[in-house]
């Protein structure tokens, strides 16, 4: 409306070079301006363009549903207690497999867009290792992670095969340095003797 409004303007004060004034003054590109007039006078009505932002919603492969994102997550984390490496192709096939998902095996830029649209998904989920929540990286790997929270991992671990319903489920852990450590309140041996002593009646008691 404001390049209708100074088109009419400018016009009837017979100024020259009406589209590069109106450009110059709405920092406009002089296409669009000559556009908008066009537009009008040819269907005397003007089409409302969404301004360029990355608020809408965009369509995705994956179904951006709570049942699928539940079916993911329960498969990954079934994958996870056998300790089984899961990547985005191996949801892809899960996907596939269970009907949510249509890809063409045949082209392979079909596949690749499906792989792409797998990993935005995934990556929106915070079971997946390498997402985020609340704006903080998911700590997963030796150099980041520490005993309070392969504790708090762990704890989470038996929850899910509890869910499960698992009796008779084994875990086997190598030797990395978060496997092993001691509760903060474990009495150190620079503590002196009553302090110590304090502490052992506390606990047989």
């Given at each position: 409306?404001?390049?209708?409004?100074?088109?009419?303007t400018?016009?009837?004060?017979?100024?020259e070079?009406?589209?590069?004034?109106?450009?110059?003054?709405?920092?406009?590109?002089?296409?669009?301006?000559?556009?908008?007039?066009?537009?009008?006078?040819?269907?005397?009505?003007?089409?409302?363009?969404?301004?360029?932002?990355?608020?809408?919603?965009h369509?995705?492969?994956?179904?951006?549903t709570?049942?699928?994102?539940?079916?993911?997550?329960?498969?990954?984390?079934?994958?996870?207690?056998?300790?089984?490496?899961?990547?985005?192709?191996?949801?892809?096939?899960?996907?596939?497999?269970?009907?949510v998902?249509?890809?063409?095996?045949?082209?392979?830029?079909?596949?690749?867009?499906?792989?792409?649209?797998?990993v935005?998904?995934?990556?929106?989920?915070?079971?997946?290792?390498?997402?985020?929540?609340?704006?903080?990286?998911?700590k997963?790997?030796?150099?980041?992670?520490?005993?309070?929270?392969?504790?708090?991992?762990?704890?989470?671990?038996?929850e899910?095969?509890?869910?499960?319903?698992?009796?008779?489920?084994?875990?086997?852990?190598?030797?990395?340095?978060?496997?092993?450590?001691?509760?903060?309140?474990?009495?150190?041996?620079?503590?002196?003797?009553?302090?110590?002593?304090?502490?052992?009646?506390?606990?047989?008691?």
């Amino acid at each position: 409306m404001d390049i209708l409004w100074l088109q009419a303007t400018l016009r009837y004060t017979n100024t020259e070079d009406v589209a590069g004034v109106v450009s110059q003054l709405l920092g406009r590109a002089r296409k669009t301006v000559k556009g908008v007039l066009a537009e009008y006078l040819a269907t005397h009505n003007l089409s409302v363009v969404q301004p360029p932002s990355n608020t809408t919603k965009h369509h995705s492969r994956v179904p951006d549903t709570h049942a699928v994102r539940a079916l993911v997550q329960r498969f990954i984390r079934d994958r996870c207690v056998t300790r089984t490496r899961t990547v985005a192709k191996d949801v892809l096939s899960y996907l596939v497999e269970n009907h949510v998902m249509a890809v063409d095996d045949r082209k392979v830029k079909d596949y690749a867009a499906c792989l792409r649209s797998d990993v935005s998904h995934l990556l929106g989920l915070d079971i997946f290792v390498g997402g985020k929540k609340n704006s903080k990286v998911v700590k997963a790997y030796h150099s980041m992670f520490n005993h309070d929270d392969f504790v708090h991992w762990f704890r989470k671990l038996l929850e899910e095969v509890e869910e499960l319903g698992w009796s008779s489920a084994v875990f086997v852990m190598d030797n990395a340095k978060y496997h092993k450590g001691k509760p903060k309140s474990t009495p150190k041996g620079t503590w002196r003797k009553s302090d110590l002593y304090i502490k052992l009646a506390s606990t047989t008691r």
